[in-house]
């Protein structure tokens, strides 16, 4: 389960021109969600500047379908234009692509061309085609029109482009266009290069199904082949439309056979072998596939409920492994990225064993060198060595624990050096000698801004500070307070409040809290928030409430573990501790609190009103009622398998709870949600009608975890703001 936004913390673009705001500086649910009617608040873009494979500083301008490139002097901030055939619609149309199509075309591959790179893929009329800025011209590379095509992948030579038809694998050379088929077993059941779905969704990424990897030397790809047999069916049924638009997927939920993975290595010729099975007495997850620099076979794996990770490196027939790092944890273990390798061949790791994300080093013999960060803290993110300069740059909370900065340290450790002054949200792109760098930042109370550094931090160049929109300078804003609160034993809890923008503390106002609850899914982050509902409810007269319970703030997995095999239980302690400081405030009316969550914010919310009376009314949106409906992936991670953890799954459970909902409830779901099924909502129901409970219930024929378009979210949202109004 991936964190979405719910339909409650809908974003309101910045981008786009649209309708005119009410003179008083009131927003209306209309300016905000109506078909035709709703406003749009523009704001200026940032500039779109990128490093090239030359070190050069890169502006891209894209304008009716012509790049524009120019080289940025970041001394002078001069500007050359270079030498580039960007005009990509001259291109696409000189190949008798139609003109509609090659605009859409255009505007895609625009924002994708970079000096130095000449070839890039794109999709037409359900073939692959190759841009080639070298010769100004499209070249088509496969010829089957009536076959799709998908996750195409250059090689690393681009003299190759592999991708899937169906669920087998292909290859196609570039200079020929020349088709050769790799693998021939592909079937429903049977996926040769294609994440299944619950690979797709819990381990590899939402909407990413591609499991090939070139090898460096683009001779051959690793791949991972599914095995879906055993793997139950669930099916969607498609009311919505006549013929029905039924769909069916093999989907594991907790408990269930999960499919039976293996890694294959193929060359270009066809030749395939299978990589040993290291586990032939468990079931596992193959969690990461990739290679090393000098092209020797890497895979993690992981045990089926996730308790420990195995870092293998293969051997040169890519057959045999030896596990080169492993990792454990009192609870369950975090799928890592994959190591930063030297030029000595040691290499970087990252890893939760302290209960925090830190650095580690390893020699190329996989012995531990050093442990290179620690403390109360998490790296966010790692963006590369600089060997000259001995030195390990990347992202860490370490100031803000709601935010991030950049950071270098030491390749031993020392002189942690933070880079970064401005609080806030940072987005970094350095340069390949790792001498500058390009900041994209924002907080809570900063629009988003964007500077050149040098790489001790020092501001070069003030690119981009748009501030406020215009539109948004009349608006009567809420007042955005953000705080920590102390649970019952001392755990800092972060929250933010939305206030009337005319609060009067003597006053009594309702409450609208919003939360996510999901494990390492913070809701509270310091980075600029274009929710506009927000301040909406709160130019209503409502307080806007949102906390993140500690499994949920992402203060290092330590944090989170304690909920393990029971989900539901803490996190409820935590929301009730917040419940308790907002009482203590004095103007929050307790007896009117409105509870609202999306997805595992469904769950806590139907959760909530089942096994406490804190909140009169909830929004249930796509709810998880009882964890034995989810899948087996992301359920057994926290709760381990249903047969081995019977009391924690019943404890978690919102169905076996049902009798004891407390206020009024109303029910979101999509009636094609294929990530939370619609059945955890109707046995909901099931179980209400049986308990005498009354509830109320929205459903979004055709849609899937989110709705989607603007007459189904405007159909939402006019639903529960009556609900709101009419019972809170």
């Known amino acids: 389960m991936k964190k979405i936004i719910g339909w ?36 200026k873009p940032l500039t779109r500047l990128f490093w090239d494979q030359q070190n050069r500083l890169i502006e891209s301008q894209l304008q009716d379908g012509i790049v524009r490139l120019s080289e940025v002097t970041p001394e002078t901030w001069k500007k050359q234009a270079l030498p580039v055939d960007g005009n990509l619609l001259r291109i696409l149309t000189s190949a008798k692509i139609e003109e509609k199509e090659a605009r859409r075309l255009a505007e895609m591959l625009g924002s994708q061309i970079q000096p130095g790179l000449h070839a890039y893929l794109f999709s037409y009329r359900n073939d692959l085609w190759l841009l080639d800025l070298k010769s100004a011209q499209a070249k088509e590379l496969t010829h089957t029109p009536d076959q ?11 003299k190759t482009v592999a991708y899937l038809k169906g669920n087998d694998l292909y290859v196609t050379d570039v200079a020929s266009a020349t088709e050769k088929r790799l693998t021939r077993d592909g079937s429903e059941t049977n996926l040769n290069g294609r994440l299944d779905w619950v690979y797709m969704e819990e381990i590899y ?16 790809l690793a791949f991972l082949n599914f095995d879906e047999t055993r793997v139950p069916l669930y099916t969607l049924s498609g009311d919505h439309a006549q013929p029905a638009k039924t769909e069916r997927t093999r989907y594991p939920k907790a408990g269930d056979p999960n499919p039976v993975v293996k890694l294959g290595i193929i060359d270009k010729s066809g030749q395939l072998s299978w990589t040993q099975n290291p586990y032939p007495d ?5 969690v990461q596939v990739g290679w090393t620099p000098d092209g020797h076979l890497l895979a993690a794996w992981q045990d089926r409920v996730q308790t420990w990770l195995d870092l293998r490196l ?15 944890s009192p609870a369950w273990t975090e799928r890592l990225p994959f190591p930063v390798f030297f030029k000595d061949g040691s290499f970087l790791w990252e890893s939760d064993r302290s209960g925090h994300r830190h ?46 900065d950049v950071y270098a340290v030491n390749v031993d450790g ?19 000698t790792m001498t500058q760098f390009l900041d994209t930042w924002s907080s809570l109370k900063q629009t988003p801004k964007q500077a050149l550094f040098s790489a001790a931090g020092q501001q070069l160049k003030l690119i981009d500070d748009p501030g406020l929109p215009e539109k948004m300078k009349g608006l009567q804003l809420a007042q955005v307070i953000q705080q920590q609160i102390q649970a019952r034993d001392g755990f800092p809890l972060e929250s933010l409040l939305f206030l009337p923008p005319d609060f009067d503390p003597k006053k009594k106002y309702p409450v609208f809290h919003h939360l996510y609850a999901g494990p390492m899914a913070s809701q509270v982050n310091d980075r600029w928030n274009h929710n506009l509902y927000y301040h909406f409810l709160a130019q209503q007269g409502y307080i806007v ?11 290092g997995v330590a944090s989170a573990w304690p909920i393990h095999k029971k989900l539901g239980q803490l996190e409820l302690q935590d929301q009730l501790d917040g419940l308790e400081w907002l009482r203590r405030q004095g103007w929050a009316d307790m007896e009117r609190i409105a509870l609202d969550g999306w997805s595992f914010g469904g769950y806590f919310t139907s959760y909530g009103m089942t096994h406490s009376q804190a909140w009169k009314i909830g929004f249930v949106g796509a709810p998880v009622t009882d964890w034995r409906l989810y899948d087996s992936v992301y359920t057994e991670r926290y709760m381990g398998l249903p047969q081995e953890n019977p009391d924690g799954y019943d404890r978690g459970s919102v169905l076996k709870a049902a009798g004891n909902l407390h206020g009024k409830i109303l029910i979101m779901h999509g009636t094609m949600d294929d990530n939370v099924h619609p059945q955890n909502t109707v046995m909901l129901i099931d179980e209400l009608i049986k308990a005498g409970k009354d509830y109320s219930l929205q459903l979004y024929p055709g849609q899937g975890h989110g709705p989607r378009g603007d007459a189904m979210i405007w159909s939402l949202q006019k639903a529960r703001w009556e609900f709101l109004k009419n019972n809170l």
Not at 282 to 286: D, I, N, P, R, S
Not at 416 to 421: A, E, F, H, I, S
């Open 545 to 555: 409430w949102i906390l993140d319970n500690r499994s949920a703030s992402n203060k």
């Open 148 to 158: 799709n095509k998908d996750e195409a992948l250059l090689s690393p030579d681009v």
């Open 205 to 220: 990424g939402r909407g990413k199904l591609r499991a090939f990897w070139w090898s460096p030397d683009s001779q051959k």
């Open 314 to 328: 293969y051997d040169a027939l890519s057959s045999a492994s030896k596990v080169i790092v492993r990792e454990t």
């Open 8 to 43: 409650g913390m809908l974003v309101i673009s910045l981008f786009q021109a649209g309708g005119a705001l009410a003179n008083d500086g009131k927003l209306s649910l209309e300016m905000l969600y109506h078909p035709t009617q709703k406003a749009r608040f523009e704001s």
């Open 359 to 404: 650095l580690y080093h390893y020699d190329k013999n996989y012995q531990l060198v050093k442990t290179v960060t620690s403390g109360n803290w998490d790296v966010r993110q790692v963006y590369g060595i600089d060997e000259i300069n001995n030195r390990i740059l990347f992202s860490a909370n370490e100031r803000n624990p709601i935010g991030n």
């Open 282 to 286: 468990q079931e596992t997850l193959l």
């Open 414 to 432: 020392s002189h942690l050096q933070r880079l970064t002054t401005e609080p806030g949200t940072h987005q970094v792109q350095w340069n390949k």
